[in-house]
């Protein structure tokens, strides 16, 4: 079946400007993540949703950052007013219900963000 | 705070030879284990896991892990690399209790085999 997808694949924004990341989870998964991967390190944790409730935002790294999932299906993050130090690859995670550690996070391919 | 520690950033190995990817985390009490590998221009692929019993988990590609807790480590092993095993290989842990969803990885090891 088809996994989680992601869009656009690559954004160059000027610095500055708002833009908008989408992700459409695995049919059926409850479950969905943001993570934030700046070069060279490993992904780390910004947003959880449980269908449409956005249960944790605590890796959030300011308030231009935003998440939503109003159907509990597709997610957009969106950043206002980027900032060169926004440039990272994020990637969205879903999995298939509940708020278990032993639940597999199934990832899509990521959004390449870089802000100029 | 959680961590896990890479501590080999870039391992170059030859083809055909054996391997070993070293990962340790922070001590819990109850933690689950991940290995998670990231092809070229790819998301992150699961490539084993360990949720409980048996400390040897394997995949249907060769590689296999091993838990163990006294040492708080899960290095992740192949006996014979293929040119196709280059990749860069992250180690991720959950914990038992509140935010366990969240995955904290460690930075990564990109894997790159010799012919």
């Known amino acids: 079946g088809a996994g989680v997808s992601q869009s656009p694949r690559y954004k160059v924004a000027k610095r500055g400007q708002d833009v908008a990341l989408r992700c459409d989870p695995i049919s059926g998964h409850v479950s969905l993540f943001w993570y934030q991967q700046a070069l060279g390190q490993g992904p780390e944790f910004l947003t959880y949703?449980?269908?449409?409730?956005?249960?944790?935002k605590s890796g959030l790294p300011s308030d231009r950052f935003f998440a939503e999932r109003p159907e509990g299906s597709v997610s957009t993050l969106k950043i206002q007013r980027t900032q060169q130090e926004d440039s990272a690859v994020y990637l969205c995670?879903?999995?298939?219900?509940?708020?278990?550690?032993?639940?597999?996070?199934?990832f899509g391919p990521g959004t390449r963000l870089l802000v100029l | 705070a959680q961590s896990v520690t890479q501590l080999d950033s870039q391992v170059p190995v030859f083809e055909e030879a054996p391997v070993e990817l070293r990962c340790n985390y922070s001590s819990s009490v109850s933690v689950y284990l991940f290995w998670y590998v990231q092809y070229p221009n790819q998301g992150l692929q699961l490539l084993l896991k360990?949720?409980?019993?048996?400390?040897l988990v394997e995949s249907i590609n060769g590689f296999e892990a091993e838990f163990n807790k006294s040492q708080t480590s899960f290095h992740l092993r192949k006996p014979s690399v293929h040119i196709s095993d280059t990749a860069e290989y992250f180690c991720?842990?959950?914990?038992?209790?509140?935010?366990?969803?969240?995955?904290?990885f460690g930075k990564g090891t990109k894997l790159s085999v010799i012919p």
């Open positions: 360990y949720l409980s019993g048996s400390t």
């Open positions: 991720a842990v959950s914990y038992s209790g509140a935010g366990s969803y969240q995955l904290t």
């Open positions: 995670a879903s999995s298939f219900a509940g708020t278990s550690g032993r639940q597999t996070q199934y």
């Open positions: 949703f449980q269908n449409e409730a956005q249960l944790d």
